[in-house]
């Protein structure tokens, strides 16, 4: 019982954290958000460039990312594709299933966390115009889109696996 008291405050502290660290919605950049159906050729040089800041990542071609989040076969993911003078600078994929959502994939170029964040907030609205309560997705525990996760409401759970967000 005593356990389950201490992870019961260690929670309400960590929301709490959560809660001080909201930030309002960055002003956009210039970019724009936009659904698209499937990655395309073009889009090659921005995932390579925004792969550069990860010591490893899984792959990330556009047979994969199409084969992954845009054949309708893999489940109802939505592709949501940032971009600033006609050029991509980053991309989330959320999905959501019997009124849970999940922020599967998100990847921007190295030094645009305000994009990674207005890129979250756009997931966030999707999952709430979708009825779920929450939006969830884990990362490595030092992720460079943590910051973005946090001032957006997300807050570590202190999943065993690997760090969950939960935006409550």
Request: charged share 25%; proline share 6%; hydrophobic share 40%.
């Given at each position: 019982?005593?356990?389950?008291?201490r992870?019961?405050?260690?929670?309400?502290?960590?929301?709490?954290?959560?809660?001080?660290?909201?930030?309002?919605?960055?002003?956009?950049?210039?970019?724009?958000?936009?659904?698209?159906?499937?990655?395309?050729?073009?889009?090659?040089?921005?995932?390579?460039?925004?792969l550069?800041?990860?010591?490893?990542?899984?792959d990330?071609?556009?047979?994969?990312?199409?084969?992954?989040?845009?054949?309708?076969?893999?489940?109802?993911?939505?592709?949501?594709?940032a971009?600033?003078?006609?050029?991509?600078?980053?991309?989330?994929?959320?999905?959501?299933?019997?009124?849970?959502?999940?922020?599967?994939?998100?990847?921007?170029?190295?030094?645009?966390?305000?994009?990674?964040?207005?890129?979250?907030?756009?997931?966030?609205?999707?999952?709430?115009?979708?009825?779920?309560?929450?939006?969830?997705?884990?990362?490595?525990?030092?992720?460079?889109?943590?910051?973005?996760?946090?001032?957006?409401?997300?807050?570590?759970?202190?999943?065993?696996?690997?760090?969950?967000f939960?935006?409550?």
């Open positions: 019982r005593g356990d389950r008291l992870n019961i405050s260690r929670r309400a502290v960590r929301f709490a954290a959560s809660l001080l660290t909201r930030r309002p919605a960055p002003r956009a950049g210039g970019w724009t958000i936009s659904t698209i159906t499937r990655f395309a050729e073009h889009h090659e040089p921005f995932i390579a460039d925004a550069s800041q990860f010591d490893l990542v899984a990330r071609s556009i047979s994969y990312l199409n084969w992954r989040f845009c054949d309708r076969r893999a489940g109802p993911f939505t592709v949501r594709l971009e600033q003078g006609g050029e991509p600078i980053g991309y989330a994929v959320t999905r959501v299933l019997d009124g849970a959502a999940y922020l599967a994939d998100i990847l921007v170029r190295p030094g645009n966390l305000p994009v990674a964040e207005a890129l979250v907030r756009d997931s966030i609205g999707l999952a709430s115009e979708a009825g779920a309560d929450s939006l969830i997705t884990r990362l490595p525990r030092r992720h460079p889109y943590r910051r973005a996760l946090a001032r957006t409401g997300f807050f570590d759970r202190g999943h065993i696996a690997g760090e969950l939960n935006h409550q």
